[in-house]
């Protein structure tokens, strides 16, 4: 049964482990994020997919000896648990190993989509910790080197990313993952799913979310009558950029209580000001037929 890799720019992987009656909706989720198949031998944090059980399972206990396809070298209790949505989450202190058990059933379509959302909501919030910063913007490329595009929701970001021409690319149009590269030390971004085509649209596509591009500047998007870029302070970007973080989590956020809440919250506004520190940020106010474009190029390039 083929396993499936999700790999940051910080060197963190993970392995995304099915099981007989997980396996059709992990290979959707693999194919959402174009994950690559793996071995068993490859390095990560083995995450496995079981269906949700009441029998075998309860909401504070766990014995995975009681599950077939479990690896036997996990201990049979001292587990921690919560829950996401859909999602039941079993950690343990003394094994790197997580265990997922979803609410799945074939003929689900939307539920599966809820439930790649509360998987992320698990991820993000893990990755918080470690100073990533979940993010709502599109991401543009030109020549290796990426561009955030930042606006709250309907004022334009999108069609910027579909205006944009070659030999720029548009990446994505609504969320990223930002990450610091272990190698280089500088901020990395990383695609993810742009949820509205799926829940609003009914138009389903597919994101290299292991791919990554070192983040040149951030832009935050103004209508306008002229083009222009306008420099912004650091203490001002780390607000925006906070602001933006915010956009991007809320929707993840189920089921916190006040102390998760406040902890998460605290973690994403220290990690937005260390990426403020780090990444230019711009105000660029873009016009209906100009080429905003160029502007971007004069600023950074």
């Given amino acids: 049964m083929r396993s499936f890799l999700l790999r940051l ?3 963190r992987s993970w392995r995304i482990i099915p099981t007989k009656t997980t396996i059709s909706w992990v290979e959707r989720f693999a194919s959402i994020m174009r994950l690559k198949a793996c071995g068993p031998d490859e390095d990560g944090i083995n995450i496995y997919f079981i269906t949700d ?9 766990l014995d995975p000896k009681k599950y077939d396809e479990l690896p036997c070298y996990l201990p049979g209790n001292g587990w921690n648990y919560s829950q996401i ?10 094994v790197p190993d997580i265990i997922c058990a979803v609410d799945y059933k074939e003929e689900y379509h939307e539920p599966d989509i ?10 993000y919030n893990k990755n918080l ?18 561009v955030l595009l930042t606006a709250p929701s309907k004022t334009g970001k999108s069609t910027c990313c579909r205006r ?3 030999p720029w690319n548009t990446i994505c149009d609504e969320e990223v993952l930002i990450v610091r590269d272990t190698g280089s030390g500088r901020y990395h971004a990383h695609p993810f799913p742009t949820w509205s085509d799926f829940l609003e649209r009914n138009s389903p596509g597919t994101w290299d979310v292991s791919r990554h591009f070192p983040v040149e500047a951030i832009f935050l998007l103004e209508q306008s009558r002229k083009d ?12 925006v950029i906070y602001r933006s973080a915010m956009d991007a989590c809320h929707r993840y956020w189920v089921n916190l209580s006040k102390n998760d809440a406040r902890s998460l919250n605290e973690a994403i506004f220290h990690n937005s000001c260390e990426i403020a520190k780090e990444i230019p940020l711009f105000k660029l ?17």
Wanted: charged residues 20%; contains cysteine.
């Fill in 164 to 166: 944009i021409p070659s």
């Fill in 114 to 123: 809820i439930l790649i959302a509360n998987f992320l909501s698990f991820f």
């Fill in 228 to 239: 222009e870029v306008i420099p912004v302070g650091k203490g001002a970007a780390a607000s």
């Fill in 85 to 94: 949505g859909l999602i039941k989450i079993w950690q343990h202190e003394d």
């Fill in 53 to 61: 059980d009441l029998e075998k399972f309860t909401s504070d206990s």
């Fill in 285 to 301: 106010r873009v016009s209906i037929s100009g080429r905003f474009w160029e502007e971007i190029e004069i600023a950074i390039f």
């Fill in 9 to 11: 720019s910080n060197g």
């Fill in 129 to 146: 910790k470690a100073g990533c910063l979940p993010f709502h913007a599109g991401l543009v490329e030109l020549n290796g080197k990426g």
